[in-house]
C-alpha cells in the first residue's frame, strides 16, 4: 500500500510531522522530488532536527528511507545529514539512494547565486541550493545520474564536455571564475566512494516491496501552489510537487498510490515571491509568525521570515484537487487560540467579479481576499487527545475549512510532537 503525503499550499505545512507521525507504520519513506532547498522540522525523543535530503522516517529503527530518482541529490550535504543524525545519537538509518537519481552539482548552487544576483530584485526568491539549474540541466539532457559516477571514462569525457559549456556562460553572462573540469572530475570521483554503500536499482527494490505487501510512504516537498505545472508559475519550485509525481520519482505504478494525505495548514504562510491573496502584513503578520510552528514562521533553510495570512479556502480546496486528496490533515490549529476572530479567505473578487476557483497567475495578481470571520476559541487545545474535548468555535472552525476544501480532515495536529494528533473519524 502506498500513500502519499503532500502539501496543499505552499509548503511548511508541517508535511514533516505526520511523515514521522505515519513513519510509525510504514516499512519505506520514499523522497521522490525536490532537492535540500526545504526542510521538515521534526521533532522527537532525540532531540529537535532539520531534514532537508532525508525522508522523515529516519528515526525509526524498522524503516528505510529512500531517496528517489526524482530528487536533486546533493551527495556531501546527505552525507552530512546523516552524520548530524548518528552525532545525535539516532541508530544509523538505512538508506538506499536510486542509481538514477541525479547529482547537484557544485556549480548548480554556484550558477543559481549568481542568477539571483543578475536578477537584482527581479528575482523569484531562490533558496540557492541549486534546484533551478539543475532541473534545467536535467530536461536539457546534461545532468549526470548517480550510475555515470561508477563509468570512468564517459564521465571524464562529459565532464569536459558540459564544462565547456558552462564556461561560456560563466565567462560571458555572470563574469565569474570558470570551472575547471579536472578538478571537478576528481570531486566526482569523491561523490562516488561516499554515495557508493547506499545506491540502488529503487523501482526494482520497490517492486518487489510492493509484491510483499510492504507499507509506503511517498513525502512531498513544499505544496500544490510551488508545482510547476499547477501552482503560482514562475513562481514555483522546479519539480513536481504533486501526489500523481511519486509514481514517477520513486518509480512505481501510478495506481499504486492509494491514499493521498494533502497536508493543510490552519492559517496560510509562504516563502518567496508570487501573490498571495490572504497575506496579512505589520503587527498582525508579526503576533501570528512569532506564535506560528514550533517557535515561529522562519524557513528551516534559509532562516527567512515566512510571509503571513489568514486561510485561504480558495488556494487550499485548489491545492487539495489538484493532489488528488483522498484525506486532509489540519495542521498548527493550536497557534490560532489567540485570536478573537478568524478571517477565513471563502473567495477572490477579480475585476469586480467574486470567484471560487483559483486562477491563473495574471488573475490571481489581482485577486482581493473576500473575508469570512469566524468566532475564535480564545484558550489553549494543545493536550488535547479527543475531537469532541477541543471547544465548540475550534471544532467549527474546523468543520467549516472541511466543507470549503470538500476533503474529509481526518487528523487534527494540535502541537509539534509525534503524538499531538487528533484523529477523526
Ligand atoms: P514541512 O516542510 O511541511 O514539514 O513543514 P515545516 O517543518 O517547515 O513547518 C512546520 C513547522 O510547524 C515545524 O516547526 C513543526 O515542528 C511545526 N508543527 C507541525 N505541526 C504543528 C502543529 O500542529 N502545531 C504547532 N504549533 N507546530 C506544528
Not at 565532464?159 to 576528481?186: G, S, T
Not at 554515495?195 to 507499507?215: F, H, Q, T
Not at 510552528?293 to 487539495?320: H, L
Not at 493536550?383 to 474529509?408: M, Q, S
Request: aromatic share 10%; net charge negative.
Amino acid at each position: 500500500m502506498v500513500r502519499a503525503i503532500v502539501g496543499a499550499n505552499w509548503g511548511d505545512e508541517g508535511k514533516g510531522k505526520i511523515t514521522d507521525m505515519l513513519a510509525k507504520e510504514s516499512d519505506i519513506i520514499i523522497r521522490f522530488q525536490g532537492g535540500s532547498n526545504a526542510g521538515h522540522t521534526i521533532i522527537n525523543n532525540y532531540g529537535k532536527f532539520a531534514l532537508h535530503l532525508l525522508p522523515s522516517g529516519v528515526f525509526y529503527g524498522h524503516t528505510t528511507s529512500i531517496i528517489g530518482n526524482g530528487v536533486a541529490l546533493n551527495i556531501p550535504y546527505l552525507l552530512d545529514e546523516i552524520k548530524a543524525l548518528t552525532d545525535k545519537g539516532v541508530p544509523a538509518p538505512k538508506i538506499l539512494v536510486s542509481d538514477r537519481a541525479q547529482i547537484m552539482m557544485p556549480y548548480h548552487v554556484l550558477f543559481d547565486a549568481y542568477e539571483e544576483e543578475r536578477l537584482g530584485g527581479k528575482s523569484f526568491g531562490s533558496t540557492k541550493s541549486g534546484i533551478a539549474p539543475f532541473y534545467s540541466d536535467k530536461y536539457a539532457k546534461i545532468g549526470f545520474q548517480v550510475s555515470e559516477l561508477f563509468h570512468e571514462d564517459t564521465l571524464k569525457e562529459k565532464v569536459e564536455r558540459v564544462c565547456e559549456m558552462k564556461n561560456i556562460l560563466l565567462e560571458h553572462l555572470y563574469h565569474k571564475p570558470a570551472v575547471d573540469p579536472e578538478e571537478l572530475f576528481q570531486t566526482l570521483l569523491g561523490y562516488r566512494d561516499m554515495i557508493r554503500p547506499y545506491v540502488c536499482d529503487v523501482s526494482a527494490y520497490l517492486y518487489d516491496a510492493l509484491r510483499e505487501g510492504k507499507n509506503i510512504l511517498l513525502e512531498g516537498q513544499l505544496g500544490s501552489l510551488k508545482d510547476p505545472d499547477h501552482g503560482i508559475y514562475p513562481m514555483v519550485t522546479s519539480s513536481s510537487t504533486l501526489a500523481a509525481y511519486g509514481a514517477i520519482g520513486a518509480g512505481i505504478p501510478p495506481y499504486e498510490i492509494k491514499n493521498i494525505t494533502a497536508v493543510v495548514k490552519a492559517y496560510s504562510s509562504a516563502v518567496g515571491a508570487g501573490a498571495f491573496v490572504s497575506e496579512i502584513f505589520g503587527d498582525e503578520a508579526d503576533e501570528l509568525r512569532k506564535r506560528g510552528g514550533d517557535g515561529g514562521e522562519f524557513g528551516v533553510t534559509t532562516g527567512r521570515p515566512r510571509r503571513m495570512g489568514w486561510f485561504d479556502a480558495v488556494a487550499s480546496r485548489y491545492g487539495c484537487r489538484i493532489q488528488g486528496a483522498t484525506e486532509a490533515a489540519l495542521t498548527v490549529l493550536d497557534v490560532l487560540g489567540y485570536l478573537d476572530e478568524l478571517p477565513v479567505c471563502v473567495g477572490y473578487e477579480i475585476d469586480g467579479k467574486v470567484t471560487k476557483d483559483f486562477p491563473t497567475t495574471g488573475d490571481l495578481e489581482k485577486a482581493r481576499p473576500v473575508y469570512t470571520r469566524l468566532p475564535g476559541w480564545k484558550c489553549n487545545i494543545r493536550g488535547i487527545k479527543t475531537y469532541e474535548e477541543l471547544p465548540a468555535e475550534c471544532r467549527n472552525y474546523v468543520e467549516f475549512i472541511e466543507k470549503e476544501l470538500g476533503v474529509k480532515i481526518t487528523m487534527v495536529s494540535n502541537g509539534p510532537g509525534r503524538d499531538e494528533i487528533i484523529y477523526r473519524k
